[in-house]
C-alpha cells in the first residue's frame, strides 16, 4: 500500500500540488484524470521520489522506488543504445539477470536497431517493454497509450489487468478515458494541484459524461463551424 | 550559462579568441594545415545539410530563396575558417573552400550514422557502450602507434597510446545521463558509484590491454613508468566519474573543471580531489537513491 498524506509541491512560488491525500492498495488499477498542467506528472514525480515535496508518502517498502516501475510521458533514450540494451541497462539496475530478451519482445520492436531512430509509439512501448521486465510490484504508468497503435493499446489494456490478478499496485494517467474504464478500480480526477473528485467503477460513465459537458460545453460553437 | 558554467557573455566573447589561437597553432604545427583547416570547415559546415532540418525549410521557402538562404548560411558558417585563410594568405584555399561549402549546398545529408556498431560492452549499457560507438575508430589508431612504437623502438608513442585510450574513456563519463537513469537503481550511493568506477576500470583496462602487454614485453626495462601512468589512467578516470556525479543532475561545474585541470598538472593533488569528489558525489546521489 501507498499512502500520501498532505502532499504539496511548489516550483518558486507556484504551487502545483496542493494537500493530496491519497491511497493506492495493492492489487488495484488507479487512474489519475486532468486537464494539461494539472499536476499529474509531478504527483508521480512525489510518489516516486524525483520530487521533494512537503507531506508524507509511506508504503509497505524501505524503499518504494526499488519497487516501482515508472513510465514517463516522454522516456529520454541515450543516442547510440539500441532497444535491447536499454532493457538490459534497466534490468541491470535492478540487479535482474535477463535472458532471451528477443522472446520478450511482446511487442516486436527493432531491438538491434538504437532506440532514439524509433518512433514515438515504439519508444513508449520499448520503455515500457523495460519496466515491465524489471519485476516491479508497483507501477505508475504516464500516458501509456500515448501515441501506440490499436494493436498495442489492445497489449497493454490486458497487462493491466494481469497485473491486478498479480496483486501489484498500478496507478495510470491518460486522456484516453475508454481504457481507463476498462481497467480502473477508481479514477481520481486531478484540478490545479488538487484531487477534485474520486470516483468508482459504477461512475465512470457518469464521471466521462460530466468531463464531456465541462471540457467541451460550448467552446466548438465559438468556432462558428460553417 | 554555456558548459562549464561560464557566462553566456564571457562564453562568446573567449570563443573566437580560441579560434584564433588554435587556428594558429595548427598553422605552426604542420605544413598540411589549410588542408586539415578545409576539412575542418566542411565537417562543420555540414551539420547544416541534415535532411529533417532542410525539409522543414523547403516546406516554407519556395525553391529559389531555399538556396538563396542555404548559400548564405553556409558562407556565414564558414566564415571564420575563411578569414583565418586569408589571414595566412591562403587565397586560393579561402576560394576553394567556399566553393566547396556551396556546392555542399545541393546535398542534404545525415552527418549521424545510424548503423548499429557492435561494441564488445552491450551487456552493461551505457557509458563504454554509447562511448565506443562513438570514438571506435579511436582504437585502431591506438593499436596502429603502438605498432609502429615497437616497430621504431619508441616508447614515448606506445605511451602515447596508451593514454589516447585513456583520455578516449575520460571523455565518455564527461555528459551527465537522465536522472531516470540513475533513479532506476536499486543500489545505495557508495555501491552504484562503486558499480561504475568497476565497469570503467574493467573496460578500461580491457581496452588498452593489448597496448599494456606489447610495451611490457618490447620495452621491459621501462616497466614501471608503463605501470605508474596506467595506475594514473585508473586515478583519472576514477577522478572524472566521482566529478560528474558531484555536479548530479547537472553537468560539471567550472570549478570542478578548474580542479580537474589543476589536477593534469600536479597529478599527487588527486588524494585530496578523488575523496572530496567522492564525498560530494554521495550526498547528491543520496537524494535521487533515497539513501
Not at chain 1, 490499436?150 to 494481469?162: F, W
Not at chain 2, 530563396?65 to 558558417?77: D, G, M, P, T
Not at chain 2, 620495452?219 to 560528474?244: E, G, H, M, R, S
Request: aromatic share 16%.
Amino acid at each position: 500500500m501507498i499512502k500520501i498524506e498532505k502532499l504539496s509541491k511548489f516550483y518558486g512560488k507556484k504551487q502545483v500540488l496542493n494537500s493530496i491525500d491519497l491511497e493506492f492498495k495493492k492489487g488495484k488499477i488507479y487512474g489519475i484524470v486532468g486537464e494539461n498542467g494539472a499536476g499529474k506528472t509531478t504527483l508521480f514525480r512525489c510518489i516516486s521520489g524525483l520530487e521533494n515535496y512537503k507531506g508524507n508518502i509511506t508504503s509497505d517498502y524501505t524503499k518504494l522506488k526499488d519497487h516501482l516501475g515508472l513510465l514517463l510521458t516522454e522516456p529520454f533514450f541515450f543516442s547510440k543504445i539500441t532497444g535491447k540494451e536499454y532493457i538490459q541497462l534497466l534490468a541491470n539496475a535492478r540487479q535482474i539477470e535477463l535472458t532471451n530478451i528477443e522472446d520478450k519482445n511482446i511487442f516486436d520492436l527493432p531491438l538491434k536497431q538504437y532506440a532514439s531512430t524509433y518512433s514515438t509509439g515504439m519508444k513508449k512501448k520499448l520503455a515500457l517493454t523495460a519496466i515491465l521486465l524489471q519485476e516491479n510490484n508497483v507501477f505508475i504508468l504516464d500516458e501509456p497509450f500515448n501515441g501506440v497503435d490499436i494493436q498495442s493499446n489492445l497489449i497493454i489494456t490486458e497487462i493491466i489487468k494481469r497485473f491486478k490478478k498479480l496483486e501489484k499496485t498500478v496507478i495510470i494517467s491518460s486522456h484516453i478515458f475508454s481504457t481507463l474504464a476498462e481497467t480502473c478500480d477508481e479514477i481520481y480526477l486531478m484540478k490545479n494541484g488538487e484531487i477534485v473528485k474520486k470516483v468508482e467503477q459504477a461512475d465512470f460513465n457518469k464521471l466521462e459524461n460530466e468531463m464531456k459537458e465541462f471540457t467541451v460545453g460550448n467552446r466548438i460553437d465559438k468556432l462558428e463551424l460553417k | 550559462m554555456i558548459g562549464f558554467g561560464l557566462p553566456l557573455l564571457i562564453g562568446y566573447t573567449l570563443l573566437p579568441f580560441v579560434f584564433v589561437l588554435l587556428s594558429n597553432y595548427l598553422f605552426e604545427k604542420t605544413e598540411f594545415a589549410n588542408y586539415v583547416y578545409g576539412l575542418l570547415a566542411l565537417s562543420f559546415v555540414s551539420k547544416l545539410s541534415e535532411p529533417k532540418r532542410n525539409d522543414f525549410l523547403k516546406s516554407i521557402f519556395n525553391k529559389y530563396n531555399y538556396k538563396k538562404l542555404r548559400i548564405l548560411e553556409n558562407i556565414i558558417y564558414c566564415l571564420p575558417f575563411t578569414l583565418f585563410l586569408i589571414y595566412q594568405k591562403q587565397f586560393v584555399f579561402s576560394v576553394i573552400l567556399n566553393f566547396c561549402v556551396i556546392i555542399i549546398m545541393l546535398f542534404n545529408f545525415s552527418t549521424n550514422l545510424n548503423v548499429t556498431i557492435p561494441t564488445p560492452f552491450s551487456k552493461k549499457p551505457f557509458e563504454f557502450t554509447v562511448g565506443f560507438r562513438k570514438t571506435f575508430y579511436v582504437f585502431p589508431i591506438a593499436y596502429l602507434l603502438t605498432y609502429i612504437s615497437v616497430s621504431v623502438g619508441n616508447f614515448n608513442l606506445g605511451v602515447f597510446s596508451m593514454l589516447l585510450i585513456g583520455i578516449t574513456c575520460f571523455s565518455y563519463y564527461s555528459k551527465m545521463e537522465n536522472e531516470y537513469f540513475v533513479w532506476n537503481y536499486n543500489l545505495s550511493s557508495k555501491e552504484f558509484l562503486l558499480e561504475k568506477t568497476k565497469t570503467c576500470l574493467i573496460y578500461f583496462s580491457l581496452l588498452s590491454l593489448p597496448i599494456i602487454i606489447t610495451l611490457a614485453v618490447c620495452f621491459f626495462n621501462q616497466i614501471d613508468i608503463l605501470i605508474v601512468l596506467f595506475l594514473l589512467c585508473y586515478a583519472y578516470l576514477t577522478t572524472i566519474i566521482f566529478a560528474k556525479y558531484s555536479s548530479f543532475p547537472n553537468i560539471i561545474n567550472m570549478s570542478q573543471g578548474i580542479l580537474i585541470v589543476i589536477s593534469f598538472m600536479f597529478p599527487p593533488i588527486l588524494l585530496i580531489f578523488i575523496p572530496l569528489f567522492y564525498s560530494q558525489s554521495i550526498t547528491k546521489l543520496n537524494s535521487i537513491l533515497n539513501d
